[in-house]
Nanobody
Framework: QVQLVESGGGSAQAGGSQTLSCAFS????????MGWFRQAPGKEREGVAG???????SYADSVKGRFTISNDNARMTLYLQMNSLKPEDSGTYYC??????????????????????WGRGTQVTVSS
């Protein structure tokens, strides 16, 4: 059974930085894709960044140049480094994993529908 546990959220000032982590365990996927998604109150869950087993990455236009996704397979941990934070980055951030998905699916419209395994989320609040 796949398990995903996010950590590292909290409050930040606009312009500041935060790093989110997602510890994952369970089945070994080949051709996996992992992603960070976020959801603000009253809004759809949207893809923020994705990474696959070959190291390919994708980013939503709203975070390009500010966020960096990476993973450490030895530690079974996914990261999201967030810099130059903006109030509109606030929301609950979730990590997800699925086999045989592409990184483009993470940031596509309704991309969350293509992922079946999710963490419980961690809250990020950015104040101006």
């Amino acid at each position: 059974q796949v398990q995903l546990v996010e950590s590292g959220g909290g409050s930040a000032q606009a312009g500041g930085s935060q790093t989110l982590s997602c510890a994952f365990s369970g089945d070994n996927y080949s051709g996996y894709c992992m992603g960070w998604f976020r959801q603000a109150p009253g809004k759809e869950r949207e893809g923020v960044a994705g990474i696959d087993s070959d190291g390919m990455t994708s980013y939503a236009d709203s975070v390009k140049g500010r966020f960096t996704i990476s993973n450490d397979n030895a530690r079974m941990t996914l990261y999201l480094q967030m810099n130059s934070l903006k109030p509109e980055d606030s929301g609950t951030y979730y990590c997800a994993i699925e086999g045989f998905r592409t990184v483009r699916m993470v940031v596509a419209i309704n991309g969350a529908n293509d992922f079946g395994y999710w963490g419980r989320g961690t809250q990020v609040t950015v104040s101006s």
